[in-house]
Each structure stands twice: as C-alpha cells, then as structure tokens.
C-alpha cells in the first residue's frame, strides 16, 4: 500500500497528459536480461500483454506480471503479492515519484529512463545518495516506438536503467545492438 506522502502526489499524476508514454523496442530490452534470473518472478507495471519487457522476460524464463493504469492498476495503487523485481520504462513526466515507490517497496529494479537531468535535482541527488543506485548504460541512443508501433524520432537524450540490488556493479556498461 502506498504511504501517504505517495497519495499527496495522485491527483497532480493523474491530471498530466499522456503524452511521454512510449514503447521499449525490442533491442533496449534486451541488455537487462542478462542480469534477470530466469528464476526471477518480474513485475512490469507500466506494460500491456504484448510489451517487449512482458514478451522478451517471458521468453527468458522468467514468470512476468503486467499491469497497466488502463487496466485498472495503477502503479501508486496496486502491488502484486509476490515478485522479486520491477522492470519498466515508465512514463517520463513521473519517473521521480515511480523510483521514489520503487525504493518504498524495497525491491530490487530495472527502470528504463532519461538520463538527462538525472543527478540535477537535489531531492533526486539525496534518494540516491541515502538510498544506493546502480546504473546499467547502454551504448547509444533508444529510438522508442509510438503507441502504434511506428519509430518516433530519434531523441535528444540519452536512456539508462536505473537499478537497485541487481547489478553486480554499481555501473555496468551494455552493448546495445539495433536489430
């Protein structure tokens, strides 16, 4: 359940647009899975049935819980009884109050974010500092898809997995083939 100071911040989430929701493709996917156990039970709260995350850990081994606000499951909201990692790309507009319920459920993490501005904010700086991060940093640039399947432009920023309790490093450097 989510504490109160995650329950301040519901209305503001809920009244954004949604327009930073994008598709993973398939090879930024790829990189993490040789850091997730086929053993490991995944949650993946920001993906439909067909995501490349809910597809690509299945094809790994890996039992995969998906759940999506759409569904009726909001990240805020809902927490499966039983997974042993959160793995996602969330929305870019709500990556902070995603990593702040991530570190609150205190359980190990992938998620696939903008690295731009990432150690800018002091409150952003603080989490990390007090509450331990690991970076896993693909080599290159993610095009993500649109909702539709369809390549956006290629953006103005770079993507990394902000992790927690996962990596053998506290930084790990991926190769990032684009198929």
Known sequence: MPSPKHLTHLKHLKDKPKTDEYITPDYAVKPILAYIKPSM????????????????????????????????????LYEPDSYDIIVSNP????????????????????????????????????TFKESGVQLLVPQGRVTYLSRSGEKTQS?????????????????????????
């Open 41 to 76: 039970r995944v949650w993946c709260p920001f993906d439909h049935e067909d995501s490349p995350f809910v597809r690509l850990l299945r094809e790994n081994g890996n039992e995969v819980i998906h759940s999506h606000i759409e569904d009726g499951k909001d990240f805020f």
């Open 91 to 126: 929305p870019f507009s709500k990556r902070m109050w995603v990593i702040n319920r991530c570190y609150t459920l205190n359980k190990p993490f992938m998620l696939l974010i903008n690295m731009t501005g990432i150690f800018d904010n002091r409150k952003r700086f603080e």
């Open 155 to 179: 953006p103005m920023f770079q993507s990394i997995y902000v992790c927690r309790d996962i990596l053998p490093h506290d930084i790990e450097f991926a190769a990032m083939p684009k198929e």
